[in-house]
């Protein structure tokens, strides 16, 4: 075993080599090499691109770059699929004891509409009828206004009882161009916008809860979540996750 980011910092260093013309060479992205000599993962985005980008970088160096794959395998890819294992045995568990139970709350719902229909024949349905008025709204028309959290929030959002808050996003490109790549969820969800924002151009994600943004000029945007400005949003690359709560930064670098 050995350390993935120390070793390729240390090849680099004897070699005399500077970011900015590895990433030349082997176009892969400064933030991404950064991220890799530091083992910081989950900058990148996905699996496939750490292995692919770890094996080329090692290359380039001189290394095995099979025996950087094999270790990044074995120290992290193994780890995730152990997890994922425990998590698809726990339902499978759950289910035994919801098929176990099932016989017994279909007798207790047979028992309680029975008790219903006696109720309600016997003339006490009026007590009834008052526990049921909750279901319709009486409160008026939903409203625009503003969450406890303090976004703005529509009319039809407040409607959809229940429903999880939404991250309304607006970028704008007003002090020159930016590129950037937007996922749904996180750093391995379905990829929604990759490509450069020109001056003067709008890119809108309005329907998602989570977005995770790799951005290589932000500086040059104006953001707005929510319907409000956001004051404190990076000036220089980096990857960001926004909720409707905030933008999070997950890193920086050039």
Do not use: H
Request: proline residues 4%; aromatic residues 6%.
């Amino acid at each position: 075993m050995f350390e993935i980011g120390n070793s390729l910092r240390e090849a680099r260093l004897r070699q005399g080599l500077e970011i900015p013309r590895i990433e030349a060479e082997t176009k892969i992205r400064g933030k991404y090499l950064r991220a890799l000599e530091e083992e910081q993962f989950e900058v990148l985005p996905g699996e496939t691109y750490v292995k692919g980008f770890l094996r080329t970088y090692a290359d380039f160096l001189g290394l095995d770059g099979q025996l950087y794959l094999d270790e990044y395998n074995s120290r992290f890819a193994a780890a995730e699929e152990v997890s994922l294992a425990q998590s698809a045995a726990s339902p499978r568990r759950r289910q035994r004891r919801v098929e176990s139970n099932f016989v017994v709350v279909a007798l207790a719902g047979i028992v309680a509409v029975t008790v219903l229909v006696v109720v309600g024949l016997a003339g006490l349905g009026s007590d009834s009828d008052d526990n049921g008025t909750p279901l319709v709204d009486t409160s008026g028309p939903p409203t625009t206004g503003a969450s406890s959290a303090g976004t703005t929030t529509t009319g039809e959002e407040q409607a959809a009882e229940g429903a999880p808050a939404r991250a309304r996003l607006v970028l704008t490109a007003v002090r020159g161009e930016c590129f950037l790549q937007v996922r749904a969820g996180g750093v391995n969800g379905r990829l929604l916008y990759e490509g450069t924002v020109e001056q003067g151009q709008t890119q809108r994600f309005l329907k998602y809860r989570r977005l995770w943004l790799d951005l290589d000029d932000p500086g040059n945007l104006n953001v707005k979540l929510n319907g409000r400005r956001v004051q404190d949003f990076p000036t220089q690359s980096a990857v960001v996750l926004v909720t409707a709560n905030g933008v999070r930064t997950l890193s920086t670098g050039s």
